[in-house]
Nanobody
Framework: QVQLVESGGGLVQAGGSLRLSCAAS????????MGWFRQAPGKEREFVAA????????FYADPVKGRFTISRDNAKNTVYLQMNSLKPEDTAVYYC???????????????WGQGTQVTVSS
């Protein structure tokens, strides 16, 4: 069992930056791939970024490539999402998830956090 708790969300102006953190409980964090997803009001949840347990590769959705960076610290049981050059369309609730494979498919993740709100003002 893995419990995930996101933090770091907030209100930021367009062009600004935020770093989200996702702290995981359990000793097996390092064996899980981690993903970040987001859901804007009235829209479906969408993939943002993913990283395998090894951290040796990363995957991004096209809208965030070059602006967002996913990373992990297995010693701290934490995965991060550094978000730069934020745009109003990045406004959403951001969720982290843990699963066996670093994939864009949300259904492949077994555990989800409660989400953290990111609001980007224009």
């Amino acid at each position: 069992q893995v419990q995930l708790v996101e933090s770091g969300g907030g209100l930021v102006q367009a062009g600004g930056s935020l770093r989200l953190s996702c702290a995981a409980s359990g000793r097996t964090f390092s064996s899980y791939a981690m993903g970040w997803f987001r859901q804007a009001p009235g829209k479906e949840r969408e993939f943002v970024a993913a990283i395998p347990w090894s951290g040796d590769s990363t995957f991004y959705a096209d809208p965030v490539k070059g602006r967002f960076t996913i990373s992990r610290d297995n010693a701290k049981n934490t995965v991060y999402l550094q978000m730069n050059s934020l745009k109003p369309e990045d406004t959403a609730v951001y969720y982290c998830a843990a699963g066996s494979t670093a994939t864009r498919w949300g259904r492949r993740y077994d555990y989800w956090g409660q989400g953290t709100q990111v609001t980007v003002s224009s």
